[in-house]
């Protein structure tokens, strides 16, 4: 069996593989979950089951298009939206497969490792690209109507189009937040998501500026009295501020929260983070 770290997002982590199965019992308990035989000629004949070559074209739908329609003098076509859907299916089921299989098992094997924690690493992958493990199957944890995924790719490329002065800084406490938490590094991620939040603000704040849509800030300034500021000169309404402060007084705590669980705190820290720095990003649009 092959066991893929990284999910979807493994073009930029990359891959590794961890052998719990021979590949046709892993085969056969896909045959038996509904994937027919043909894609697995497939992955074998075009892509000798390296999984950096045949999962990107199992999650863009470029397989399935091959066995519906062939292969034409250019090439395969590009995938239509209900192949693209078809491929998706089939990687989420072999995910299952391979998910359910490691989880069978001792949670550490000498000749493999630590089994369960790869795993988890997969899981928490998912839940970045807004799916979730749940009894057995990997399902749809998106908010209805919204598309998480989607949602982080836009505020990337939204933060990229305002070009703040500290565009590195942030790109890399986005990185940061993605990997520590996909390492199941709950209190690493929960930190880097902070930063990363801290660091939009004082690069928003610095764009005001060059705008002139606010005078220049007095430096040093601490993170609540940067966030005050915003209200001082206009760029935020009162409660729109408040907002912004009561998430960071939440990312700042370092203590416990009764009832909340470490990878809890982290996943839904991420949450707010998403939702309210796309807010404050779509508002610096009109300071001028």
């Not at 590949?23 to 000798?48: A, C, M, S, T, W």
């Not at 660091?199 to 610095?206: A, H, K």
Request: include cysteine; charged fraction near 25%.
């Amino acid at each position: 069996m092959l066991f893929f770290r990284g999910a979807y997002r493994g073009h930029r982590r990359g891959y590794s593989q961890i052998a719990l199965l021979p590949p046709e019992d892993y085969k056969q308990l896909l045959y038996e979950h509904g994937v027919p035989n043909e894609v697995f000629k497939r992955i074998e004949d075009g892509y000798g089951w390296k999984p950096n070559q045949f999962l990107p074209d199992l999650f863009n739908g470029r397989i399935v298009t091959y066995l519906e329609r062939g292969v034409s003098l250019g090439g395969v076509p590009a995938p239509n939206e209900q192949e693209a859907f078809a491929g998706k299916l089939l990687l989420v089921k072999f995910l299952e497969i391979a998910i359910q299989t490691a989880l069978s098992v001792p949670a550490f094997l000498p000749e493999i490792g630590d089994v369960h924690g790869a795993t988890e690493e997969v899981i928490a992958s998912l839940q970045l690209d807004g799916f979730a493990y749940i009894n057995g199957r990997v399902v749809d944890a998106a908010v209805k109507g919204v598309d998480l995924k989607t949602e982080d790719d836009y505020l990337v490329g939204l933060i990229r189009a305002i070009r703040p002065p500290n565009l590195d800084l942030i790109l890399y406490h986005h990185r940061e937040a993605d990997d520590t938490f996909v390492n199941r590094n709950w209190g690493a991620a929960s930190t880097e998501t902070r930063n990363f939040f801290v660091s939009v603000l004082r690069g928003l704040r610095e764009v005001a500026t060059e705008r002139k849509a606010a005078p220049a800030v007095n430096q040093p300034i601490s993170e609540k009295n940067l966030i005050d500021d915003f209200r001082k000169v206009g760029l935020l309404a009162e409660e729109e501020k408040e907002a912004v402060l009561k998430l960071w007084v939440l990312l700042s705590y370092s203590g416990a929260h009764p009832g909340i669980q470490e990878q809890d705190r982290a996943r839904l820290t991420r949450l707010l983070v998403l939702g309210l720095t796309e807010w404050l990003c779509l508002k610096s649009v009109q300071w001028k």
